[in-house]
């Protein structure tokens, strides 16, 4: 069939479908730049996102904190066992044990910035390694641990996280001057300290602080060995006279033939023997210790202990420096002694350091009660904190109403009532800290370890040791017959001192002081801490010494504040 077409119309359907190919091809182009233009969107998009995710995980680096809400795609199907690390692993409350310090410190900081808890975050950290054995992944994670530390708890200053991280350290063969010098550094530190009043010192084992090669050394040698001989020729003769009054007595008469409670007698009257011999002891003698403290509470006792005036002080703050590195690496990066620490003590020593001579003393009583406020005073400020807690009536309105509008009687029976049925094992109440005495004590060396170590709230300023202020000689010493003895040791000891000081020895002397030598104390503490302290102190088993500080402090305080301090004394 003959085609009927026109050449204009085959020309025109040919433009036409140049036309449609244009078309096509642009639209092709068109395409191609909205998808390249997608592309780009989406590589830029991705860019971001990348961008967005490296700082997360920078982020989280930083922070050490593992992005549970994508790696951590089990939830609860996730079967990582922490059970060799926490107590209870589905309870709430839970021990944690086996872990490295700073990385118990660490997971505790990711609590505290997310929603996740301790024991999920314990997982996740366990799962990053994909190890069988789980103590060898800590390797890799006490790294991280030591990064957040140096960025975190170091570098910004969030020392509450190092309060996680704990040491324990055994010390022995430290001086009793430098023990003391060691609790007086921290008041967070938890101690225990072998007890002179239970364990008898023996011959040789005491720090000289002088150098072999020294003629002074000998003379110090020399007197630590007369001070020994005075503590055995007292141990003997406290328990001759001890025995003989028992032997005499009823009680010995009553037991005589019970052959075992004779010898449980004995043994305890040998230990009273050598509790009051120690007092001829000089601070030298060896003692030793066991401490556990957070890492915030060592780094501080270090730089403290650290810039101690004696060399022993300072090359055990060393060592327990170094010892506590290999379980808390970062967190005692300042633990040693700043400039200010070191130029400020240097400072104080040029004004007030002058041990060559005897002070100008008042004759002041052993235990003095200094600048206290009166009982009226103290129970409103009780009353108003406790209306402030009960009532939510702030504190200077419940003042102003107690002490304008509220009569004497009402505010007794308050305070009776909240003292009422407090025993022995009970702490007094909190808003008894909001009272605070001022007080100051001169007590023997020996009383003064008891009360610097059994503290729980106390704030003290104590003079450096020194035979000046004169010293104790124990009770049953007197009654054997025997302060001859003491007085001689008391008196060589002066003289020692006094020469030592003469030669330039000054930091060395201190080492020559008795157990029986008083110090003088400047303390700071809460009616909260006079309950615990009287409780603990006053009760027939304290040891002499310090029952009777205690017994003065009582009743000194009895005398100002009546009421406050009528539940104090020892509750049965």
Avoid at 7 to 14: F, L, M, P, S, T
Wanted: proline content about 3%; hydrophobic content about 35%.
């Amino acid at each position: 069939m003959p085609d009927s077409t026109s050449k204009e119309e085959v020309k025109e359907d040919n433009h036409v479908s140049n036309i449609k190919k244009a078309v096509k091809k642009d639209t092709k182009k068109a395409g191609n730049r909205k998808q390249n233009n997608n592309e780009t969107t989406k590589k830029e998009s991705k860019t971001k996102e990348n961008s967005k995710r490296i700082q997360q995980e920078d982020e989280q680096i930083d922070l050490l904190m593992p992005n549970l809400k994508n790696r951590l795609q089990e939830g609860k199907n996730n079967k990582i066992d922490i059970s060799p690390f926490v107590t209870n692993v589905e309870g709430n409350v839970y021990a944690i044990s086996g872990l490295p310090e700073e990385f118990i410190a660490t997971l505790f900081a990711w609590v505290s910035r997310s929603d996740k808890s301790f024991k999920d975050h314990l997982r996740q950290a366990l799962k990053d390694q994909k190890i069988e054995t789980y103590l060898d992944s800590f390797k890799e994670l006490d790294e991280r641990a030591k990064k957040f530390h140096e960025k975190w708890t170091v570098g910004y200053g969030h020392s509450s996280v190092a309060e996680h991280a704990t040491a324990h350290i055994g010390i022995e063969k430290v001086s009793r001057l430098a023990s003391a010098e060691l609790a007086l550094s921290n008041s967070f530190l938890s101690i225990t300290e072998y007890s002179q009043r239970y364990q008898k010192p023996k011959r040789n084992e005491w720090h000289n602080p002088i150098k072999s090669n020294s003629k002074i050394h000998k003379e110090v040698e020399a007197f630590y060995n007369a001070a020994f001989d005075a503590f055995e020729n007292l141990v003997d003769g406290v328990y001759t006279h001890l025995k003989k009054k028992f032997v005499d007595s009823a009680e010995y008469q009553d037991i005589k033939d019970d052959q075992k409670a004779v010898d449980k007698k004995l043994d305890a009257l040998m230990k009273l023997a050598f509790e009051d011999a120690r007092y001829v002891l000089p601070l030298a003698m060896h003692t030793q210790l066991g401490m556990t403290a957070n890492g915030r509470a060592w780094r501080d006792s270090l730089a403290s202990f650290n810039n101690s005036r004696h060399e022993e002080s300072q090359q055990i703050a060393d060592s327990i420096r170094t010892e506590i590195s290999k379980v808390l690496p970062v967190l005692l990066k300042y633990s040693t002694p700043s400039q200010f620490q070191r130029n400020s003590q240097k400072r104080m020593e040029t004004f007030f350091l002058c041990p060559h001579e005897k002070k100008y003393q008042l004759k002041n009583p052993d235990v003095q009660l200094l600048d206290v406020q009166s009982e009226e005073k103290a129970i409103n400020t009780i009353i108003a904190c406790l209306k402030q807690h009960y009532s939510n009536l702030d504190f200077r309105s419940a003042l102003y109403l107690l002490e304008n509008y509220t009569d004497t009687k009402m505010k007794e029976e308050v305070i009776n009532e909240l003292l009422l049925e407090i025993e022995s094992h009970d702490m007094a109440p909190d808003v008894f800290k909001h009272i605070r005495y001022n007080a100051y004590f001169n007590v023997s060396e020996a009383n003064w370890h008891q009360l610097l170590r059994h503290n729980r709230m106390t704030d003290f300023t104590a003079s450096r040791p020194s035979p000046y202020n004169g010293f104790i000689i124990p009770p049953r010493i007197v009654n054997a017959g025997l302060r001859d003895i003491m007085k001689c040791i008391a008196r060589k000891s002066e003289e020692l001192y006094t020469k030592l000081l003469e030669e330039g020895f000054e930091k060395e002397a201190e080492y020559v002081v008795l157990n029986a030598h008083k110090r003088q104390i400047y303390a700071n503490f809460s009616l909260w801490e006079a309950y615990h302290l009287i409780n603990l102190r006053t009760s027939e088993e304290a040891q002499w010494d310090i029952r009777q500080s205690f017994e003065k402090l009582y009743e000194q305080l009895k005398a100002v504040h009546p009421l406050l301090i009528s539940k104090a004394k020892r509750r049965s």
